[in-house]
């Protein structure tokens, strides 16, 4: 610090520097978590619609074979 209680324009500098890395390390930080966030979502999804459509072949199959309909009436 200098007399008048100021910081001096080095230190004020380094500051404003440091401030700009952080927040470039926190911007970066984000953005990879936002793109697993949305791989995620897009895995999900597909894993989501790939079970219902295996449901509907299970449930087609079921309901056009002898054995499927005998399972049907028990259930």
Not at 4 to 15: D, E, P, R, V, Y
Not at 33 to 62: D, R, T
């Amino acid at each position: 610090m200098s007399v008048n209680g100021t910081l001096s324009t080095t230190k004020q500098m380094a500051i404003v520097e440091a401030e700009g890395v952080i927040f470039k390390v926190i911007f970066q930080k984000t953005e990879s978590y936002l793109k697993l966030l949305v791989i995620w979502c897009i895995y999900s999804y597909n894993l989501i619609e790939a079970m219902y459509a295996n449901l509907l072949s299970l449930i087609f199959i079921l309901s056009t074979t002898g054995a499927g309909v005998w399972f049907l009436t028990q259930v």
